[in-house]
């Protein structure tokens, strides 16, 4: 409950819980509070930019540990997920127009990916067999 002289202040945290608040003020002293004015708040500490306090989180990682955790978002695995479907799909498009080329009893015959390689390597040397006789 506050006083009649104290004012609620509402601030996004910008410690761990962990830290104390006033970590930046001498490590929590009773007097520490009273020194900043007595608003609860220490007199070096201030409003940080939303991004900032990620960003001096991430100074000290390594590449592979911010591209790790830069990875682990959502938005980035929605983004892959999708750039994903689109390279299946053209791969097995490419598969489908080189299967239509492709000479096979019954012509409508369901081919497996590794059986349309192996029939277009085998189709491809009997062309160049047909052209050298």
Excluded: W
């Excluded at 509070?33 to 409003?47: F, H, M, T």
């Excluded at 940080?48 to 960003?55: H, L, T």
């Amino acid at each position: 409950m506050l006083n009649s002289d104290q004012t609620e202040i509402d601030l996004p945290p910008t410690h761990s819980e962990s830290e104390s608040v006033f970590s930046d003020c001498g490590g929590g002293r009773a007097g520490s509070v009273e020194d900043a004015g007595g608003v609860g708040l220490c007199a070096q500490s201030r409003i940080a930019e939303p991004g900032e306090a990620v960003k001096k989180d991430l100074q000290h990682l390594s590449r592979e540990e911010r591209r790790r955790r830069r990875r682990a978002t959502a938005k980035y695995r929605t983004a892959h997920a999708t750039r994903e479907r689109i390279r299946v799909e053209a791969f097995n498009m490419a598969f489908a127009e080189l299967r239509k080329l492709l000479p096979t009893l019954p012509p409508d015959k369901k081919l497996s990916k590794i059986e349309i390689l192996r029939l277009a390597i085998c189709y491809i040397s009997y062309l160049n067999h047909v052209l050298d006789v």
